[in-house]
């Protein structure tokens, strides 16, 4: 990802420095590169986090994925403050430094020996009940990341209404920078480390079980076995996960169901987010319009995917501990907000239009958020399935934003006799692309509360080969016989408490 981006923003600025072609097709091409790059630092570093912190799953969402989309806000105000007025090849020139530097500082943390996936570090990945020991330092940086939205709504906001001096504009950059390197600090405040002698008598005395709950471990420890071994030392069964690859889990029903809502949520994320001065134009005239206000609908639109992101980070944990419910619940929640959501854009305008774009934007925040920790929760190779529904946002800016919005919005333009055919005033202008996004929506609802019927039943774990047969998420236990019990109980934690085991053979 570093060495692609790299590459990418240097093409950027031989294009602006004049040395490159600067035909429309060249910066297509160059920032297309940086796009791609820029999933492989999300899927890179988000996948590897999730298995070192398994426990901490709904905090590392709640940072990582959060500040993936706050970051622009930061890059935007560190161009005001510096290169607002200067030639922007060398604002691309720092964003190859700056892509050079936390590339390889990421790519130095991953090849850490703690995040090593055979190696645990007691409540991180293994012993639940030590979880507590690192509440100090997320909520450090659960805190800094409240400031931190905070801090770049304000400075929005006030840009959008107040014209910002230059003085002011380098002040609000270098607080962006400080806030941004203030997440540094919470090195001082991790736990420190037990002596190796003292961790290996507790792990021993954590390893004795009764006959009936004895578990073999091979040398090399899995993703499994980390799981398993947690579970144990929490009397509590292991999390069941599927264990196939992509190749065979494609052809199941539920691949497609999470498909087809993600399609959905994602179209009308991308519909929106791309168009908010045409909806703007729009819903309350092009004569009408304050640029300024366009500002306070992007940022909103960006405070409210960051909120919907840092609320399925918070309520995850609760929502297993306290509720006894999977994150899958939460699979339904973005697609009912946008059906509720899209609809706003054709009774309101003007300032009005604030309360559709945070009602998307939360949704929008809820999609990624829940998606990532889902397929996290379903698959014990969760990097390309993650992957796969990424062909459905592949697909939307072609379906919703060019096929879609642009025909639709160009054609009554036309139709008006604008002089721009970025100016169409009407309800009209957005009718059909609105009705589309909410309709499919709608559709995703019930195909959202259908996946989340069949992740209940496990119909997608059922069929996962037991020990000696490719490995197992199912069971902890080396025996064939406790996988229905294993089952039943992992999906619904104390069903089995007065069940006998001969009806759970059954």
Not at 30 to 45: K, M, N, P
Not at 135 to 160: E, H, K, M, R, S
Not at 193 to 203: F, K, M, P, V, Y
Request: charged fraction near 15%; proline fraction near 4%.
């Amino acid at each position: 990802g570093a060495t692609i981006n790299i590459v990418g923003w240097l093409l950027m600025f031989g294009i602006f420095s004049g040395t490159l072609s600067q035909a429309l097709g060249s910066v297509v091409v160059c920032y297309s590169i940086t796009q791609l790059a820029a999933t492989f630092f999300e899927t890179g570093s988000v996948i590897p986090n999730l298995d070192a912190f398994s426990l901490h799953e709904g905090r590392i969402v709640t940072i990582q994925k959060t500040f993936m989309g706050l970051g622009t806000s930061v890059i935007a105000a560190i161009f005001n403050a510096f290169y607002l007025n200067t030639d922007l090849k060398w604002f691309f020139l720092s964003l190859c430094v700056l892509s050079g530097v936390a590339g390889g500082l990421g790519a130095w943390i991953i090849r850490r020996p703690q995040l090593d996936p055979t190696v645990t570090c007691r409540g991180l990945n293994v012993a639940e009940e030590l979880r507590s020991r690192y509440d100090t330092p997320f909520y450090y940086c659960i805190g800094l990341l409240f400031v931190n939205i905070a801090f770049l709504f304000t400075i929005d906001l006030v840009g959008a209404v107040h014209p910002v001096g230059d003085s002011a504009r380098v002040a609000f950059g270098i607080v962006a920078i400080v806030l941004s390197a203030a997440f540094f600090g919470v090195m001082v405040l991790l736990p420190k480390r037990h002596s190796r002698s003292a961790q290996a008598a507790h792990e021993d005395a954590a390893a004795a079980f009764d006959d009936d709950d004895q578990r073999i471990y091979s040398p090399r420890i899995t993703d499994f076995e980390q799981a398993a071994a947690a579970a144990v030392a929490a009397h509590d069964v292991p999390i069941v996960r599927n264990v196939h690859g992509l190749v065979k889990n494609v052809r199941r029903p539920e691949m497609w169901l999470m498909w087809y809502v993600s399609f959905a949520t994602w179209g009308a994320m991308t519909l929106v987010n791309a168009n908010t001065m045409e909806i703007y134009k729009a819903t309350t005239g092009p004569k009408n319009v304050v640029a300024s206000q366009n500002g306070v609908f992007v940022s909103l639109f960006g405070i409210g995917s960051a909120l919907g992101r840092v609320f399925v980070g918070l309520l995850k944990e609760p929502l297993r501990r306290r509720m006894g419910k999977e994150i899958w619940w939460m699979f339904p929640i973005a697609p009912t907000l946008m059906t509720a959501g899209m609809p706003l854009f054709l009774f309101m305008s003007g300032s009005a239009l604030r309360v559709p774009m945070l009602v998307v934007g939360f949704a929008t925040g809820i999609a990624w958020g829940a998606t990532v920790l889902i397929i996290k929760r379903l698959f014990t190779e969760p990097g390309r399935h993650y992957s796969f529904l990424y062909t459905a946002g592949m697909l939307t800016p072609v379906f919703f934003n060019l096929w879609l919005f642009s025909s639709t919005y160009e054609h009554h333009s036309e139709s008006q006799h604008q002089l721009r055919r970025s100016d169409c005033d009407g309800v009209e202008c957005i009718l059909v692309p609105v009705l589309v996004c909410t309709a499919l929506n709608a559709v995703a609802i019930a195909v959202a509360f259908v996946a989340v019927r069949r992740f209940e039943l496990g119909s997608i774990f059922v069929d996962a080969p037991v020990d000696g047969d490719g490995g197992t998420a199912i069971a902890a236990r080396g025996d064939e016989k406790h996988v229905n019990a294993d089952l039943t109980e992992a999906l619904h934690p104390g069903s089995q408490d007065d069940v006998q085991p001969e009806k759970v053979q059954g």
